[in-house]
């Protein structure tokens, strides 16, 4: 009998959370809803309940289905709060704190992820967020392998120093420069994933319907994410089989921490450097890295400091088999203290255990900031470390670009209809080795969004790849970086699209750069000019013709503004380069004329083309509007470059 009853109890206690209403997960207290814009409200309930919602002075209804989601939409609204939204059938929940104003959509890889708490004056940044109008919501990372209905459980929170350093720092600085010109309340939905590509952002459906990639997805079946972890293991021990044997045994493992392990018959990899571009692309995971430095008897014993510079994404690193430190995240400086007695005369050894959730691994930076310091004695650090992979789990063989769609099955679909102003976006790197497709690639997911929400060609506003070393690429060895940064260019063919440009405030030897506050300024400067009706120039000069006479070429742009100069102290002009029919390219002498770039060279009698900032690390561009934005990197030829083959494909 209690058997029964207990029976009877679980399954009315379980029949009571079935029937609890709910709305969808991006609906919280606090949020920002879209003004001058009907408003969808959705979530689930019980079959068939008849569902009511009260929003300010509004009162809607509607029916759940047979499958207990429910959909409405509530009428315009105006800027305004604080209000309260009540969803009712036979259980009420109530959301408090909620103010409609602009929602901007957020998203991209590791440079929209950057946190505020990582970005240049974080502290002071921080300490000084009194923004209650601004409020920020984070889409928590899932990938799928088919459409979600609905995000992981999140929060919206408000931008006050409690909450604003988990921010994304673009699009927090861009809603302080837009809430500073207009009073409008801000949201930023946030759903972003360090080193993805676009096509992981991107529908099934949209590749079906694309020249490009129908061929490519057709050949792709749906599948489950074990399935494609197998794919994804079996391909990625591919690559590991190529550097090592086989994967280690735990108890091997363990001894690569002490300085008496022999790690001799390792193989060895230039350090910093992300593995990726190395000898282990695409692989995620556990990677042990060591190195041997040599103390000389008057420094052994002494307390040291250990710089090495940014790892992606955790370590823990050990001297002479002690744990000197731990850092979790891609994007902190590491600087670990070596207490006295630990450091011997003669070899000793360094080993960092490396943790790799997804896109680049390893430790990566300025050369100059990876060293042994005692005392006044720096010993630096660079050059080639001994490696090891060590564990592949589920993380590791899975990730969001192991397959297209992934991202956009579980943190873009699940949205889908909420309402927003528009999209600010920052991705591109992890594309770079396909730069020439990305002049389709990029357009297509611009287009699916849009298609897929059904709000018209609603803003997209993105930001050009900032300077960044990648590989040494120029006009002589040719450059991806250069190629995707005019793939971004040519996207702004598109109707109501925007490109902040960034060359001038990247880090040669750091894929994030810490200036955020600029980026999102610029990205602001857009939006302000097509949405917020701002007069005035809003964009960097953009390449539009070139004339040829004797041995000069006179260039032409659009948003030259108020005028063109250079930044330089003596006023010349950096970043320019000429070629003839033999496409060998030299340094130009560039000159302002007006709203015109004047460009020659004593060795190319007769030009063919002209560079400006055809490189990786395009950090000597100088030619900037009066407004202060600068010129976006250009070439004036369409000759082959080194990504126009190279093609999207997957297992």
Request: glycine letters at 10%.
């Amino acid at each position: 009998m209690k058997k029964l009853v207990l029976g009877l109890f679980v399954l009315f206690f379980a029949n009571m959370l079935s029937a609890q209403i709910r709305t969808a997960n991006v609906f919280t207290d606090s949020m920002v809803l879209q003004r001058g814009k009907p408003i969808p409200v959705w979530g689930w309930a019980g079959k068939q309940e008849e569902i009511t919602v009260q929003f300010h002075q509004q009162t809607k209804k509607t029916i759940a289905g047979n499958d207990g989601k429910w959909f409405l939409k509530l009428e315009v609204e105006k800027e305004g709060g604080p209000y309260t939204l009540t969803v009712s059938g036979k259980t009420t929940k109530t959301l408090k704190d909620i103010w409609v104003g602009d929602v901007w959509l957020c998203s991209g890889q590791s440079n929209m992820e950057f946190t505020v708490n990582s970005a240049m004056n974080s502290k002071e940044e921080i300490a000084a967020a009194n923004f209650p109008m601004i409020r920020h919501v984070l889409v928590k990372k899932e990938i799928s392998s088919t459409p979600k209905s609905d995000i992981i459980e999140t929060n919206w929170h408000t931008a006050t120093p409690a909450y604003v350093a988990g921010f994304t720092a673009v699009g927090y600085y861009f809603a302080k420069e837009v809430f500073k010109e207009t009073n409008i309340p801000i949201g930023l939905l946030h759903s972003s994933w360090g080193g993805t590509d676009v096509e992981t952002w991107t529908s099934r459906e949209a590749f079906a319907g694309s020249d490009e990639f129908k061929e490519m997805i057709h050949a792709l079946p749906v599948v489950n994410l074990d399935s494609l972890a197998n794919i994804k293991a079996k391909a990625m021990m591919d690559v590991i089989k190529k550097v090592q044997p086989s994967l280690p045994k735990a108890t091997d493992i363990n001894k690569w921490k002490e300085s008496s392990y022999n790690d001799q018959q390792w193989p060895r990899m230039s350090v910093p450097g992300l593995w990726e571009d190395k000898t282990l692309p695409e692989v995620d995971g556990v990677v042990w890295f060591r190195t041997t430095v040599t103390i000389n008897a008057a420094d052994a014993g002494k307390a040291a400091t250990l710089n090495i510079s940014t790892i992606d994404d955790n370590d823990i690193t050990y001297v002479n088999g002690t744990k000197v430190g731990s850092t979790n995240g891609y994007n902190i400086k590491r600087a670990y203290t070596i207490p006295t007695g630990i450091l011997k005369a003669g070899k000793n050894v360094i080993a960092i255990r490396i943790d790799d959730t997804g896109g680049g691994g390893g430790v990566y930076g300025d050369p100059k900031d990876l060293n042994l310091t005692i005392g006044t004695n720096s010993i630096p650090l660079a050059g080639n470390w001994s490696f090891q992979v060590a564990t592949l789990g589920r993380s590791a063989t899975v990730g969001p670009n192991s397959y297209p769609s992934l991202l956009f099955n579980a943190m873009i679909h699940p949205l889908v209809p909420f309402a927003f102003k528009g999209v600010l976006w920052y991705q591109g790197e992890s594309n770079a080795g396909r730069a020439f497709q990305y002049r389709k690639a990029f357009p297509l997911m611009i287009t699916d969004w849009r298609r897929n929400w059904k709000q018209g060609g609603f803003p997209f506003y993105f930001v050009q790849l900032a300077s960044y070393n990648s590989a040494n690429g120029n006009s002589v060895n040719g450059s991806n970086w250069a190629e995707l940064r005019e793939a971004q260019t040519q996207t702004l063919r598109l109707l109501r699209t925007g490109m902040a440009i960034t060359t001038d405030i990247g880090e040669s030897n750091d894929i994030h750069p810490k200036n955020k506050q600029d980026v999102g300024k610029r990205l602001a400067a857009i939006a302000l000019h097509y949405d917020y009706g701002k007069k005035g120039e809003f964009m960097g000069p953009l390449y539009q013709s070139m004339k040829i006479e004797g041995n000069k070429v006179t260039l032409s742009f659009t948003h030259t503004g108020s005028g063109l100069m250079s930044k330089a102290a003596d006023g010349k002009l950096q970043g320019f380069e000429i070629a003839g029919s033999d496409k060998q390219f030299f340094p130009a002498t560039a000159i302002i004329e007006g709203d015109k770039v004047i460009v020659s060279s004593d060795k190319v009698m007769t030009p063919a083309s002209v560079h400006f900032g055809w490189a990786d690390d395009a950090g000597i561009c100088n030619l900037f509007n009066k407004e202060g934005f600068p010129a976006s990197p250009f070439r004036t030829d369409n000759w082959p470059g080194k990504t126009d083959q190279v093609k999207y494909r997957k297992p």
